[in-house]
């Protein structure tokens, strides 16, 4: 069975559109309206077409889109866009690959016709006028753009990422902000330990707090700063998870938190704290630390790269 993206390229293929091979994206011009299929980031089995549609200078409106979606007959499900992203709609793939492509064929023609039927018309993201446009990838994002603006936007992309290369990385600035990110980090993780939900997702909170302190200080990313982050936020985990035994102890011995705090080597040196049962704590929430951590800090490193970027699909 092919995959959902070997899917969408088979797509391309039979019905004479294109595939940016790089992203991932099928894009064309279907009647009058340049769209661009993604596969869905949350549930592989569909796919997202995006358009960028305006009446008499207005946002695409999501009762609309409701409509649409009615009117299509469980051809398409629409989604409301979050922010100002353009008209987005789920259709669902096919197992096969001539069944995927009949599909899509299918949701555009529906689409272009809907969208015209209400008076719909397609316009750049940037000037709004009533122009052709193409889908281009601007930074870490997908935006419709006519030929002048795609232009204007590149410029502006390299005027930001020549500033960006002249500000200094603040390193120490960054290692403070780190610490601060990974404690708040340490907190949930310890925090969802306590409620019983040791998972990646409590590690993925943790290097985003982490990394998102680092960059916000430092005013900037880099490895160095992934690396710093990672330390900061292995730390931090310690000093959670020893604080987690601390509120214990101290509630245990009734004394305050911070005399427990350090007590806690002595505690397990006594035998109090079973030294087989912390470290199996502690290795659990280190594990599922990494295991959401790891991605996220490949994924934001990444993204650090193509920042700046524009280009068209290709
Ligand atoms: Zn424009």
Known sequence: MSSAIQKLSAAAETTGLSFDRERNILYGTFGAYAFAVLVNASNVRYCSIFFHVTRDGNAFIANDGKEIAKESNK??????????????????????????????????????????????????????????????????GLRFLCPECFESVSASMNDKAHQEAETPENVPAGIVGALGGALLGALVVVLFGRLGYVTAL?????????????????KKMSVKGAIISCIAMLAMIYVGHRADWAIEAAQYFQVDFFKAFRA?????????IELGQYLKGLFMVYLFALLGAVPTVISSLKQQKTKYTVQKLN
């Open 264 to 272: 806690i080597p002595m505690l397990i040196e006594e035998g109090a």
């Open 75 to 140: 051809l398409l499900q629409f989604v409301k866009p979050a922010g100002a992203a353009p008209a987005s709609f789920l259709v669902k793939l096919e197992k096969d690959e001539q069944g995927t492509a009949q599909r899509i064929l299918d949701a555009l023609n529906f689409l272009s016709a809907a969208f015209t039927s209400r008076g719909y018309v397609n316009t750049c993201e940037n000037c709004r006028h009533e122009v052709a446009t193409e889908p281009c990838a601007v930074g870490n």
């Open 202 to 218: 409590s590690g993925l909170i943790a290097a985003i707090c982490a990394l998102k302190g680092y960059e916000l200080l430092a």
